[in-house]
């Protein structure tokens, strides 16, 4: 196997990845944002780890690594390669609690953030028409939006379209970076017209906004003058 290799020179992380690193190695809880996905039917496993290793291998992002450099300086390097691992786990019955106790041990015993995977899978087999897929992408270089766009793009690969699921290029660099707003007009409209088609359809709620203003209470008494 050919070892695999770091793509630049490590560099600091942003202060909104800064953030969330200080708060688990404070707090001693994961940031990992996993997802499950019941799966009816027969799975094809080795069909699923190569469209993994084929989305994994498309974004370099999915490829980042955290590293405790000189000082104490958290950094984050791109490798060219990060060859994909499922935790693959058989079970005789569909227990909820006993699924959730042991996609909790995997996503969330481990709080070891430096120099392992960013994105981990598992895949629970109950029998062989039913499965729990579960894979996580942890904060540090994704949001929630990532992750139905995560989805999005499995299924395209899945299916061998030419998929180019993400909006811009870049995305989950320009999640981890904070700088969604300061995007190029044209990659502004881009999303614009992903997130559009995305949520056509979607009943909206109206927030009233045009409350009076509240009158604030007086709290003193008669002004007199007193000569």
Known sequence: MKKKSVMHSPIKISPNQE?????ELATKQSFALPQSYL???ELDFHKL???LQKIVNTYDDLRIQLKLGKDD???QSVYTQDKVSIDYIEQDNDDPQS???KIASYFYADNCLFEQPL???QVIKID???HIFTFSIHHVIADGRTLQLFIRALNMAWNNENFQPFPVEGYFETLSENSLLNLPDKQNVELERFWSNYLAGVSQNSIPSDYAEPVPEKKYGKLSIII
């Open 19 to 23: 953030r969330f690193v200080l708060a």
């Open 39 to 41: 799966i009816l039917g």
């Open 49 to 51: 780890k190569n469209t």
């Open 73 to 75: 300086q958290i950094e």
């Open 99 to 101: 699924i959730k106790s």
């Open 119 to 121: 994105i981990k899978f």
């Open 128 to 130: 062989s028409q039913k």
